[in-house]
């Protein structure tokens, strides 16, 4: 990426992050060139994309200014949620969600789908084609346990962009990012253990933590910064906890970046308190900067942290390939992933093994990264439009989803059943809980091209949420 | 099937079981034609081909005999497993066979691979090519967490043929049989639990019992008939055990069809005891007789009948695709398929559907069928020939595997390292138990199209093992 791009997209999140508020004066021409180290002309490229974005508003002689009429919805609060271990509830909730097969029918805001329409996928369904058509056929052909060499060094050569220094010996290629967050809960807990969990949190790795028997324990989690290290730090010194399990970069559903030096005093922490540390990156290579952020993995020394993976966001859910570096625990994930599934799908493996190798990952992700980001700004607009004053919105960094926050009285499972028949689906906060807070919550998905059939569904939703409220209004 | 072809399979059959030795007289024409209501001709076909496979011998006037030197080897050993539930250890022996990568150097029969070469199979990847060029790219989606209906209407269409009756809509489409396995498992068991299995048992189902923590209790079992109710009833009075685990049809290492009334006096041992059954029917459809045997799952009543089963053994292991017919599991089994793997990879569903709706499934099983019974008797053939005096064999009914005993101090991982080295590869009998028993015991795959290459494996495998047995032989 160009260096304005790469400065227009640094201020561009410090505005959108509220370090710069709407009125503000944004630092002049000549200091921005001082403190990174570019010509004027390309801090006055930057701000001229800023300004298409509706970011910058330059005032003769005055320079650039945050619009005083930007509307940056409020973020959402920081949860509260129970100060104990919880047995995980809402799988009804959930299995609803798994359930919705997709449909022309329904615009499926709920669901954790990216865009498989771009063209820069062609790439993958042309080796799929080819590997279909080998007369020696090796996707009819049994994969061993650790998944096939040539995807496990290019997944190892990937995983460097997020300064990860991982063996290919040392990867397991799974059947999705699920299978991997299943394996690692297996390999470090048992049943009746207790594991700490950013909250909201994936409702797939805490009902993983149901299915085996854990408790979670949730644990405050800024929209921004992410889990509270000082909340982290107190339930540690409690509870018996054995893992942390969480999203830190791109996080679902809140879509925030964890800080660098927050990763790193999670770290010491997991170290200080000896617990493992089961990290999930499925949206890492989706964040809106480049270079996207760094893994706690990154950082990790004594093989404590389990990072998780797949190409399901990144390129297509269906071909169900993860993967996972178990670090200190491969005996055991190799055992699990034994258990589980045997061996994972060799045919989409060959694939993606193929399309990475011939480069055609990093124009893709570019231009996925793009799109998103475009989305994420258009659908927070229509969320400002069509949704009831005072709604807060998160402000993802990364990834294809917004988490809407509500009047706490909110109930969006009503919602839900109220857009039946609308045409329209969402994914319900509760989800995102152990024990089925956030009800006042939802999370929307704008991975689809923005068309006028999505704002349209966006409507409804904002629309048929003013409905309930005024219900539930005691006026 | 013709009447003679099956006239001459039953036939074969009872001379291969034992019910007529060598120099026995067969049944005259006449006797054959009044017993089974078929002309006389019928009858003269069914000999003439049970003549051309050296299983019947005509004297002049005196009609049809056994010959009187055919060579059928001893059958296994009872196994005498411990009469309490274990712990499962062998992960070690099970982890070397399963990182085991396909080598053209290696012949590997220790493998659970069939044979995917075979011309009728061209149809399934011409499949996978096509939907790999469809416009809309299928295969990109996930799919939901039940599975395609396609398939699965497609599925329980199948599963006619073995008696069974199910609505598409009580299956899950699985990652291959193993993960239909380990949902099971978890959903009837806790951990700490104790599952009745057949034994030698199938090392796949054991392993999930181990890593998801329950015990297993080996019953022992007959190598022609299956699992020993007498034994399991017993147990079942003394051990308070949640389920029985077992491969009934065409088992896997032994070969056997347990017989109809068996399966249904197990079913009743089980509503009297009021456990599950967990069915594993991966090589049921590999059956050498036609039609295939009944499923235990076709005489259940009250849903307490979990089939598991694949297209690994029938068509190709590298597409992972299975199912699980969970009775009234079923919606413990949905959430644990939800933590397993989300979903199933949508584009080799798609394929295998589009294979079966076209009818090419049948033909397809026929030439398999055909095959891996003739290489049956010729593997059998090889063993008698390169193995030492005394070495016992199974007599599989199905499938292509073949489970052979030696002296009871023979040590097969012994055996396996001695191989190495020699591009030859078998399964130990240890990892047939839960607590390390049949090491004297192994299991070689005859999938392959008999080769001049796999002949000489086999005498490989049986020069090694006379000159161990030499070794340990105290003379």
Known sequence: MTLYVNL???????????????????????????????????VQQAYRLLEDNGLALPRPKSGYFVPADRKTPALPAIGRPAQRPVEISQWDQVLEL??????????????????????????????????????????????????????????ARLLLDSGTNIDSDDLVITTGAQEALAICIRSVCQPGDIVAVDSPSFHGAMQALKGLGMKALEIPTDPLTGISLDALELALEQWPIKAIQLTPS?????????????????????QRFDVAIIEDDVYGDLAYTYPRPRTIKSFD?????????????????????????????????????????????TQPQLAISDFLKAGHYEPHMRRMRGQYQRSRDLM???????????????????????????PEDFDSLRLNRALQGQGVQIAVGSIFSASGKYRNCLRMNFAAKPTAQIEDAVRKVGAATALLMQRTDPA
Not at 108 to 124: A, E, I, K, W, Y
Not at 128 to 152: A, E, K, T, V
Not at 252 to 263: A, C, F, Q, T, V
Not at 324 to 331: E, K, N, Q, S, T
């Open 8 to 42: 227009a997209e640094l201020l561009g999140t410090r505005i959108e992050n509220g370090f710069y508020r709407p009125g503000d004066r944004l630092p002049s021409v000549r200091a921005l060139s001082l403190e990174h180290g570019v010509s004027l002309s390309t």
């Open 380 to 406: 927070t607009g229509w969320v400002t439009r069509y949704f009831p004053e005072g709604t807060r919105v998160s402000r993802p960094q990364g990834g294809f989803m917004l988490w809407i926050e509500l």
């Open 98 to 155: 798994a359930r919705a097969a997709p449909s022309p029918d329904v615009v499926q805001l709920g669901r954790g789908m990216p865009d498989v329409t771009s063209p820069t996928l062609r790439p993958l369904t042309q080796a799929l084609g080819r590997i279909s058509r080998r007369s020696d056929m090796p996707g009819l052909y049994y994969d061993n346990i650790h998944g096939r060499r040539c995807l496990r060094e290019q997944v």
């Open 301 to 345: 020394e004594d093989g404590r942290v389990l990072l998780c993976s797949s190409f399901s966001k990144t390129l297509a859910p269906g071909l169900r390939v993860g993967w996972v570096a178990p670090g200190r625990y491969l005996d055991r994930a190799l055992h699990m992933k034994y258990i589980s599934t045997g061996s994972t799908a």
């Open 250 to 270: 791109c996080n679902n559903p809140l879509g925030y970046i964890m800080p660098e030096d927050r990763k790193r005093a999670l770290l010491t922490l997991a």
